[in-house]
Every structure is written in structure tokens, then in C-alpha cells.
Nanobody, 115 residues
Framework: QVQLVESGGGLVQAGGSLRLSCAAS????????MGWYRQAPGKQRELVAT???????NIADSVKGRFTISRDNAKNTVYLQMNSLKPEDTAIYYC?????????WGQGTQVTVSS
């Protein structure tokens, strides 16, 4: 059984920074592509960033240059460093792990950016 537990969300002013963490249990972490998605009220869930097992990152254009994704395989943890936050970044952020047909989601962590 794989569990993903996000942490690090909260309330921050525009221009501020937050770092989200996602700790994964189980043996899938080292072989899975990890990712962060977000869902704002009334909108569909969207990709923020993914990182492969080799460390290759894919960043959404909307956050490129402001957000960075990284992973620590020794700690089974993936991070999302968010800088220069904007009110439009307000959303629930979800951690995701994908390997072949396996697809797991965390419970989400709220990020609120005030103007």
C-alpha cells in the first residue's frame, strides 16, 4: 500500500515563498515519476510539475521560473519550492506518484496567497 502525505501548505502574502513536501510510504517511490498538481475552486486539476526517477523535471509554463521540483530518494520525499507566489497560485496542491498502471494521490494541502 502506498501513501502520500503532503505538508507545508499555508497562508502567505503575494511575493512570498512556501516549500511543500510529500512523503511517500511503500517501495514505489524510487521507481515512480512524482508530481505536483493543483486545483483551484471551480477549476479542473492541473499539472504543476513532475520529476522522473532520474531527476528530469517538467514544469508548467504558468509557474516556470518561480517553482522548482526536487526529490530525495533516500528520504522518499518530493518537494515543491514555490517562490514569488501570486494570488492565482491559490489552490489545493496534490502530490502524485505514477508507475506503469499504478497512480496514487495524496490528500492535498491548501495554499492560499493573499494580495
Amino acid at each position: 500500500q502506498v501513501q502520500l502525505v503532503e505538508s507545508g501548505g499555508g497562508l502567505v502574502q503575494a511575493g512570498g515563498s512556501l516549500r511543500l513536501s510529500c512523503a511517500a510510504s511503500g517501495s514505489i517511490f524510487s521507481i515512480a515519476t512524482m508530481g505536483w498538481y493543483r486545483q483551484a475552486p471551480g477549476k479542473q486539476r492541473e499539472l504543476v510539475a513532475t520529476i522522473s526517477t532520474s531527476g528530469s523535471a517538467n514544469i508548467a509554463d504558468s509557474v516556470k521560473g518561480r517553482f522548482t521540483i526536487s526529490r530525495d530518494n533516500a528520504k522518499n520525499t518530493v518537494y515543491l519550492q514555490m517562490n514569488s507566489l501570486k494570488p492565482e497560485d491559490t489552490a489545493i496542491y496534490y502530490c502524485n506518484a505514477v508507475y506503469l498502471l499504478w497512480n496514487y494521490w495524496g490528500q492535498g494541502t491548501q495554499v492560499t496567497v493573499s494580495s
